[in-house]
């Protein structure tokens, strides 16, 4: 285990509605990255958040949105809900600055569109 | 571009080896991980190189070469719970740090 836990782990949600997953980091790390993992693909990185605020963002439109709470928790909005949106969502806990350190997995969201 | 190449699917036999290739081009680099991912779980850290040569952990060694983007995965003494994907992840802090691209993921099927 990484220490790294994810709510909830399956969701169902229509298109249209807007859905929040949670994530907490591990134990004295201070940054949260959120990927979208598709079926067969590998993980696309969405955001990163470092000390509250959005630190880097990938090819994902303004409907994704996020928040890092200060307990170094997050949270990851996607609003407008498409069926493209259907994935597994995958938080990750880090500590900025540190050189070679690995990024920790949480179990990850299976988000369900339809 | 933003390219991270590796193959789709790789079987083996219990008990051999296998390597897994993969190809970078990434506007910065400052890392390349190995993650491994059973099916509907979460990726789970393998190894980290972030200078030349072969970094060897057990029955897993990887290797880089920075010059020719270029890395590879070894998985010696094959284990049937080893069937699973393999994800080639480069860390690339030109837009924020600890940014990783990944790969599209190896499955590697091992058969008795």
């Known amino acids: 285990e990484t220490g790294v836990t994810q709510s909830p782990t399956h969701l169902i949600k229509t298109r249209g509605q807007q859905v929040t997953l949670r994530c907490s980091s591990q134990?004295?790390?201070?940054?949260v990255s959120w990927y979208q993992q598709a079926l067969g693909q590998g993980p696309q990185f969405i955001f990163q958040?470092?000390?509250?605020?959005?630190?880097g963002r990938g090819n994902f439109p303004p409907r994704f949105s996020g928040l890092q709470f200060p307990n170094y928790s997050s949270e990851l909005n996607v609003n407008a809900l498409e069926l493209d949106d259907s994935a597994l969502y995958l938080c990750?806990?880090?500590?900025?600055?540190?050189?070679?350190?690995?990024?920790?997995f949480g179990q990850g969201t299976r988000l369900t569109v339809v | 571009g933003q390219n991270i190449d590796q193959p789709t699917e790789m079987t083996a036999t219990e008990g051999a080896i296998v390597q897994i290739n993969c190809t970078y081009q990434?506007?910065?680099?400052?890392?390349l991980f190995w993650y491994q991912q059973h099916a509907g779980e979460a990726p789970t850290f393998l190894s980290y190189n972030v200078l030349d040569g072969l970094e060897e952990k057990g029955r897993f060694s990887s290797f880089l070469s920075r010059s020719k983007g270029y890395s590879y995965l070894l998985l010696k003494e094959l284990q049937m719970k080893d069937s699973a994907s393999y994800l080639c992840?480069?860390?690339?802090?030109?837009?924020?740090?600890?940014?990783?691209?990944f790969g599209a993921g190896t499955q590697v099927v091992v058969t008795p």
């Open positions: 990750a806990s880090s500590t900025a600055g540190t050189a070679n350190t690995e990024a920790f």
């Open positions: 134990s004295g790390h201070n940054t």
């Open positions: 990434t506007s910065g680099f400052n890392g």
């Open positions: 992840a480069v860390r690339d802090p030109t837009d924020s740090w600890g940014k990783l691209q």
């Open positions: 958040y470092y000390r509250e605020e959005e630190n």
